[in-house]
């Protein structure tokens, strides 16, 4: 009579290691049976060893914001090397393709009013109604065009008279004499005046966040960097006009145009040249990452050249009060340039001063700020992930009894 209640507690011991060992196969099974797409690692060689390497970190303190604040002073990027150290002195140079008006006073043969013709011979002549139906685009070398005389490519114009003379590389004055010398033979004391109608053999081009790209006519107005994105339309609202790129002689220089705007500093506000590029970038390169224990990782753009830390978690909405860890703020720094080196520093927020510090460093461009975790928040994460296993373990043996 003994024996029937082993039998039934063994079969029931069965029962329970059977139970256990199908509830472990579907467990490791799990990725293979469970729906939605997964990676088969079984291919991957993965080396779970640690990494070796080290980075040592440096804790934000009063030392810390002085030296970073004297290095930001001492700071500048270069600036384009300019032809003219005082704006004051700039003298357009007439250049091929330029489109020039000739008044020769009380000689109206000789002078080329707007919207009428001067033939240079042979049959380039353009009439009126000729140019009305067919827009001018471009004259040909010493043609006279409806608009005024289009100086070639060899840099000559055609006038009565005076014959082939050279305009390119001179100014409207200098050119001016000439003609009035070169017509003295054939005119009592001539008054000559020359002007630019159009300035097409010199431009600009400005790409980017703005609202009119294109190309902009070097002028005898001195063209500046304000002046340029201005003519331009102004900027887009995702513009970055801190780090206005300027290409010149297949040189790239990094203007804050910013600057001049908000604090005057008229050495940003350069004096553009022939094959300038200008390029008004938008706000990727001027990003800050939030990331960790906060209420909402975010990516931060830095307004007006200024983001500090307190800045950044503001925008994140703050450190969870729960599972952050206040004396782990990370700011880690360098990732692009040195991805193997990179600067780390930590702010101590259970410090009195901390509030202060925090809102005084200043942040870099694709600067990541991680907020730690704390030790007890851990641990709770791995009970939530065991307890519903050892739950339906529990359950699953009082089922089988």
Known sequence: MLKKPRIEN????????????????SFLSACATAPGNYLDTSRLKDNDQAPSETYPVHLIDANLIMAQAQAAAAKTEPLPPSALSDPSL??????????????????????TPQGSTLSSGGNTTQTIAGALQQPYTAA??????????????DGTIFFPFVGRIQAA????????????????PYIRNPQVDVRVLSYRSQKVQVTGEVKQPGPLA??????????????????????????????????????????MLDQGDTTQDVMLQNGDVVN????????????????????????????????ALTQGGGILNTDANPRQIFVMRGMREHPTTPEVFRLDMTQPDS??????????????????????T????????????????????????
């Not at 063994?10 to 196969?25: M, N, V």
């Not at 590389?169 to 003295?184: E, N």
């Not at 990331?291 to 800045?311: F, L, S």
């Open 218 to 259: 070097v002028s005898d107005v001195p063209l500046t960097l304000v002046d340029a994105i201005t003519r331009s339309g102004g900027t887009n609202p995702d513009a970055d006009i801190q780090r206005v790129r300027l290409t010149r002689n297949h040189k790239l220089y990094v203007l804050n145009a910013d600057r």
């Open 90 to 111: 700039y003298v357009y140079h007439l250049a091929p393709q330029d489109i020039l008006g000739i008044t020769v006073w009380d000689h109206p043969e000789l002078t």
């Open 140 to 153: 040909l070398p010493g043609q006279a065009d409806p608009y005024g005389q289009t100086i070639a490519a």
């Open 10 to 25: 063994s079969f029931a011991s069965l029962r329970t290691k059977l139970a256990a060992s199908l509830l472990l196969t």
């Open 169 to 184: 590389g001179k100014t409207t004055t200098q050119l001016r004499d000439q003609l009035a010398a070169r017509l003295v």
């Open 280 to 311: 008004v970038p938008d706000r990727t390169d001027s990003r800050i990452f939030v990331m960790g224990e906060v209420k909402t990782p975010i990516q931060v753009p830095i307004i007006r050249g200024r983001m500090t830390i307190a800045d």
């Open 355 to 376: 509030i202060m510090l925090s809102s005084q460093f200043q942040l870099q461009p694709l600067d990541v700020v991680y907020v730690g975790t704390a030790a007890s």
């Open 378 to 401: 851990t641990f709770n994460r791995v009970l939530q992930q065991v307890l519903p296993s050892v739950q339906t373990l529990f359950y699953l043996k009082q089922l089988t009894r």
